[in-house]
């Protein structure tokens, strides 16, 4: 099923309009289109509604947020709930400050969101403002071990039934959820921490496949993080040993680039809770 | 000649000041440095003239344009033209949005641009309001086929007439061309189109071109477009099977970086019409 | 002793708060990673000064500075100083334009920086007013000689009293230096200078260093130095003959990814002053 989905973004070339940082911009963009999606960036608020009409599906990530474009996520939010198109959001550093926290805050009060990526921490702001943010990266005190597995799995099912998107929580384990179903996914390389970006490319990539695949969201998010995952590992095999994060980095693009939708079916390693 | 050209970048290294967007900029800068030039970004009013002036030419790309890089566009360009600089529009996604279109056309009516270079949508929609933007790619409905390449040509021509710039059109042929003569460019490979920034990266590089070589703009900006392509064809001969868009992307910008002047007298694929 | 400061950085994984630059942003990130830190990017204003507060670090790049970051630096600079956070300045393109001479001055002025790092001709605009800085590299006519190197010394020596700050001139030979003592590094390999951004990501690396070794702030940005010298010398040892810039860049930071402790303390190469 998850091949037909990437199959689809190959087919279909969704144009996802990102608001995202500019650390990990271009990163997200390779990603899209090595998935087989195509991106835009554009964030002035005299653009931002007009281009998301023009696009499938609209990422918005507030990794670098400031006051020019905090406006612009919210003009593009509105237009893309209009129109009926996938929005994600990706609450980059919620719980770090208060312009963060409240900015993912309000967003959540004012856009339908289809779906909502983050870490342990940022979705623990989000969904009971206990979470504690170190930076843009989960805190030890927030990861979710096996043993906490299906307690999780509930936490991130009622996050979902609480906004009506499908809510993705990145980790060890990852775990995608609508209020009834997790999908809890164990694809991906402890060293993906070490690149930075891999959530954000994430965030854009799984854009593209809500876009190309309506009808089914979670399991279009779930592809999405089985496809980043198994790319982390695919990348990981290819390592020499004078490699590191720079060429991994890299390397990953490079297997979303080249992943087929029978590797990924056959690469996919989730269950269901 | 070509090779003449990118001899001469070697040689007076021009400092590029470029006001560009956050998505391919690293890669703008990094070409300029592999083809023998040297960046600078500033998109501030208050130094975008003054940076302009220490600077041999300058590279204007609407691609995230915002509120406070359009007035910086103005600045620098009428500055830049008082000095004699050359200077070149890349009008990213001109014809996706308003605010894109508006200022490519009024940057095209207050500056005398040496050189304009896009896709072949977004030149339409500058010559004649007709082009069908989808994005920051050029449309399907705009491409330019093998027996159309003669009305394509004459359509650069009068676009480069109308406007006293070079026009470059980049796609699977590219256009060069003046008001009287038209350079008609094959080199390149179609998964150039896979990577963010390929056009970003070959109007900085153009740039540098044109301030090196001030006597022959056409020549010096079909030399640039050979470059770019010939670069992709020799990147693209090095991928390994595990290779993706993303190493292609640093395995371009590494063939300018080692191309020769003789390597490209000989690679660079032609024809005037 | 640098190699127990680079274990220092993995030890203890500081968290670095840049304002900085969005052309070379993504390099500083990942190689912040690489080193062993963890980065976070944030420049509005209604969270500089928050972001900081939550950080180790403080690194404050000028190189794409506008009207809403300059505010930024100041608000953040202030709060890293009121919690004694180390706090950097990479004063890059001092010289070249007002807004960056007067910005970088006006920050020496209200914020105590624990160094700075520049290249001869920023540096020498901040001391004196004297450097000639060609767009964002340094000017020929200020360059460092083996034969000043002695004046060098005692010239960077006495801008480090001037200002309290541990002062950091990068160039064929680095100079480290505080009021009294100065690290001559000879790591390195001329070809950094054909990567876009390898000083950003030395200050960012930088700004790591010192918030791990926080009581021996000049040896700890030597240290700093010796370890993207020796990355570099360590990755262009690596390249094949088509590899060129671009895959030069990601080598380097691969190199900081792996680079232990051992081949550090082995492999810088320095005297004192």
Redesign the interface.
């Given at each position: 099923m998850f091949g037909k989905m990437l199959e689809n973004v190959r087919n279909t070339c969704p144009?996802v309009h990102n608001i995202t940082?500019?650390?990990?911009?271009?990163?997200c963009?390779?990603i899209l289109?090595?998935c087989g999606g195509?991106?835009?960036?554009?964030?002035?608020?005299?653009?931002a509604a007009?281009?998301t009409s023009?696009?499938n599906a609209l990422n918005i990530n507030i990794?670098?947020?400031?006051?020019?474009t905090i406006p612009s996520m919210f003009l593009a939010g509105r237009r893309a709930n209009e129109l009926g198109h996938p929005v994600l959001l990706d609450p980059v550093?919620a719980g770090?400050?208060?312009?963060?926290t409240d900015t993912a805050r309000k967003l959540l009060e004012e856009i339908r969101f289809t779906c909502i990526r983050g870490n342990i921490s940022e979705i623990k702001t989000l969904a009971a403002g206990s979470g504690t943010t170190?930076?843009?990266?989960a805190d030890a005190a927030d990861k979710i071990s096996e043993e906490d597995l299906d307690s999780a799995a509930a936490y991130v099912k009622k996050f979902a039934a609480e906004t009506g998107a499908v809510v993705v929580v990145t980790g060890a384990t990852d775990i995608v959820a609508d209020s009834g179903k997790a999908y809890c996914i164990r694809n991906g390389h402890p060293m993906m921490s070490?690149?930075?970006?891999t959530g954000c490319q994430l965030s854009a990539m799984t854009a593209a496949f809500l876009a190309a695949n309506t009808d089914q969201p979670l399991e279009a998010a779930a592809a999405a993080v089985c496809t980043m995952g198994y790319a982390g590992e695919?990348a990981h095999a290819?390592l020499s040993?004078?490699?590191?994060?720079?060429?991994y980095?890299?390397?990953?693009?490079?297997?979303?680039?080249?992943m087929t939708p029978e590797q990924l079916e056959k690469g996919a390693k989730y269950e269901v809770r």
């Open positions: 144009l940082n500019y650390v990990t911009v271009n990163d963009a390779n289109l090595a195509s991106p835009i960036m554009a964030d002035d608020r005299d653009e007009e281009i023009i696009c990794g670098t947020l400031n006051s020019n550093g770090a400050s208060g312009l963060r170190k930076g843009v990266d070490r690149i930075t970006g695919l290819r040993e004078a490699d590191g994060n720079s060429s980095r890299n390397y990953i693009i490079d297997a979303v680039c080249n």
